[in-house]
């Protein structure tokens, strides 16, 4: 064969291991969103594992298992140093670009701030600054613990196997606990971050200190009516509690934005201060001159005087970013067409009932204990009378894919991000956590559930076992109905509706991989009329199961392509771990942190960034380290070449150096120009690895 032949034979063979290298990585993305998640919520629930805890372990596990499988697969199987390039990769990806997409995608309506413009993110400090110190200690222990090396004598294969010398890294067992057991003084961190955060003012108030810790900002207690503070307005045996979410529970509400933040629809300008929305209580049946605060035997009137064309950004974003979705997991189908169209309508019945609909966004449980995910939260048409709550996933289909919601009294509301959380009736049910899309429809439904919560007194006094007969004779809920999926989600075989050509190619070549993951990875994802999980347990532990096994075939899959593409390329193992391993691996983070980044959600997509590149060291690479010296006598791990090392160590703590020095010279906010500048970075970044 002539050089032509061989030449063409590499591009060939380059182009079909790109492809697979391509197809691993999406397998495993939608194995972990679609699969994996939703499974460990489940069992998490199950076992009432605390939301901070899961999110820290179960639910970083499933969304950084690729990089986690990715190193377990070159230390068992292929032994190479891809794991490690992998890993280091994915850090400067992860800070770089997921940050630099989430600025971009955080668009500003409205007037521009004066000083910002249209796109920055405001970040908490204090989530901040918990995760740096992790993720910089997570540097520094892994700098420790690849800090032993020696010169030992190797065989060289190509060259008939000669034995020369090689300066390889020894990784004791010791070293590599330390590495992991940082991760358990992490998730005992975050479990307890309620607590610190209560020490941290006791201390900054003996120190004379008035900023308060929480939210990072200065005095940021929510809006709620004349005379109120954070606290409760009650009223005969049922109560509505004014608050605002706090940090730690931010996490499990995805795509939360505070609307305060934005100018009103008739501003001027946007001063990047808080503008608070004045809130008035009449009292009595149609009153409307009552004074701020009484109690009545009939219900309470609460009228909130705001705009009624502030809309909540996050809807906008959300229904922008539908497009955005398809593509990326090549699976999604358009939303039902009204709720593209109406999802700011109010339909108001002026008969006497007491009837409206809406929509509403209302959060999946099965992904919330996961920081944020592409089906977290979903548009729900709502029906609320004064006797039944009632929502279906279209407004045109009432009866189909029906969620029935209990006779509640009591519900936590955050003014500021339009946030309605149904406190559900049933000790160790989960609640019902809603968010409106604008303002008005926020009043509206406000008032509609006080007039419900009201008029259900008497239904609330009788026993559970009533309670559920109480469905059985409503007319409005047909045996079909009690039959139905509550919570339709697309499946992996469903052809995308509205999808252009290259959409429809692209789903049409992955079909035979779609149906055998379609019939051999189990869905936990279906709830009855009551918004309850319709599987057990034991079905989450077997989809667990079959996602792990797709996962490790996947993992593999990626590892052996990219090797052997390394080797077309005629670069190291190591290079093609730090490019295009690690790329591929963070991308699935990349679309979930710029999607919720448009939805509103920015803040915790940073936060996540860091904490995932903790995950990545002390999982993804002590965890490994250890289990492999254990499986092989406790011997040093010494595979490594210890080649590069260093500088890689230095460009790890070089590049948290920077973005805590850009952090702390904007206070805490990231700019435009500030991803550009990482864009920049990254870029020379790469060009410094494949260079000669």
């Known amino acids: 064969m002539d050089d032509q032949d061989v030449q063409g034979g590499a591009i060939w063979r380059g182009t079909w291991l790109s492809l697979l290298s391509f197809i691993s990585f999406w397998c495993q993305s939608v194995v972990t969103e679609e699969r994996l998640i939703p499974a460990l919520n489940v069992i998490s629930d199950y076992y009432k594992i605390p939301d901070d805890i899961a999110g820290a372990t179960l639910m970083a596990s499933g969304a950084s298992s690729p990089e986690l499988l990715c190193t377990l697969v070159s230390l068992f199987i292929t032994h190479s140093s891809l794991g490690l390039g992998t890993i280091v990769g994915s850090e400067i990806f992860n800070l770089f670009i997921i940050s630099a997409g989430s600025v971009y995608a955080s668009e500003v309506r409205g007037v521009p701030h004066e000083k910002y413009g249209r796109r920055y993110l405001v970040l908490d400090k204090v989530m901040v600054v918990r995760e740096v110190i992790f993720y910089g200690l997570s540097i520094g222990l892994l700098y420790f613990a690849l800090s032993t090396s020696a010169v030992v004598l190797v065989q060289d294969e190509e060259n008939g196997g000669e034995e020369v010398e090689e300066d390889r890294i020894f990784v004791s067992f010791w070293r590599a606990c330390v590495v992991f057991g940082e991760y358990i003084l992490y998730v005992l961190v975050c479990a307890h971050m309620p607590k610190i955060l209560v020490f941290l003012r006791i201390v900054q108030s003996r120190l004379g200190l008035d900023r308060q810790v929480n939210n990072g900002e200065v005095d940021t207690k929510v809006q709620t009516p004349e005379g109120h503070g954070e606290g409760v307005v009650e009223n005969l045996g049922s109560s509505i509690h ?19 933040t934005e100018p009103d629809e008739h501003h001027s300008s946007m001063k990047g201060s808080h503008s608070g929305d004045d809130f008035e209580i009449h009292v009595g049946v149609g009153s409307s001159s009552s004074k701020a605060m009484a109690k009545d035997d009939n219900h309470v009137h609460i009228m909130l005087r705001t705009d009624p064309k502030k809309q909540n950004i996050v809807s906008k974003a959300i229904l922008k970013s539908f497009k955005l979705i398809k593509p990326n997991h090549l699976l999604c189908r358009d939303e039902y067409p009204a709720e593209i169209n109406e999802v700011f309508e109010l339909k108001n019945n002026n008969d006497g009932t007491n009837q409206i609909g809406c929509f509403l966004w209302q959060r999946s449980i099965f992904y919330s204990k996961a920081y944020f995910g592409t089906h977290a939260f979903h548009l729900r048409w709502f029906t609320i009378t004064p006797r039944r ?27 500021n991000k339009l946030i309605i959380n149904i406190v559900h009736p049933i000790k160790g049910k989960r609640d019902f956590t809603l968010m409106a899309p604008s303002k008005a429809i926020f009043d509206a439904v406000l008032h509609a559930f006080q007039v419900y919560i009201e008029t259900n007194q008497d239904l609330r006094s009788q026993s559970v076992l009533e309670f559920e007969e109480l469905d059985e004779m409503d007319p409005a809920i047909s045996s079909k109905t009690r039959d139905n999926d509550a919570d339709e989600h697309v499946t992996l075989i469903e052809r995308p509706a509205n999808a252009n050509v290259v959409e429809t190619i692209l789903w049409a070549s992955l079909l035979p991989l779609r149906y055998a993951m379609h019939y051999t990875l189990p869905d936990v994802r279906h709830l009855d009329r009551h918004g309850d999980p319709t599987k057990s347990v034991g079905y989450a532990y077997m989809s667990t199961t079959m996602c792990l096994v797709w996962l490790i075939i996947g993992s593999y899959t990626m590892v052996a392509s990219l090797e052997n593409l390394a080797e077309v390329m005629g670069i190291s193992n190591a290079v093609m771990g730090v490019t295009l391993s690690a790329a591929g691996t963070s991308l699935p983070a990349y679309i979930a942190s710029r999607i919720a980044a448009e939805k509103g959600f920015g803040n915790q997509a940073i936060a996540n960034v860091l904490g995932s590149n903790t995950f990545n060291i002390a999982i993804g690479l002590g965890l490994p380290w250890a289990m492999y010296i254990a499986a092989t006598g406790f011997e040093p791990y010494h595979d490594l070449e210890n080649d590069g090392i260093e500088e890689s160590m230095l460009i790890l703590a070089g590049t948290l150096i920077l973005f805590v020095a850009l952090l702390i010279s904007t206070d805490f906010t990231l700019l435009k120009w500030h991803a550009d500048l990482f864009i920049m970075l990254y870029v020379l970044y790469i060009v410094y690895s494949v260079w000669p």
Do not use: A, C, G, M
């Open 242 to 260: 004014y608050r605002s979410f706090d940090d730690q529970e931010l996490h499990q509400l995805p795509y939360i934005y505070n609307i305060t």
């Open 389 to 415: 709550i009632f929502s279906s996933l279209d407004r045109q289909q009432p009866t189909k894919h029906q969620i029935i919601y209990p006779l509640f009294d009591e519900i936590h509301v955050d003014v």
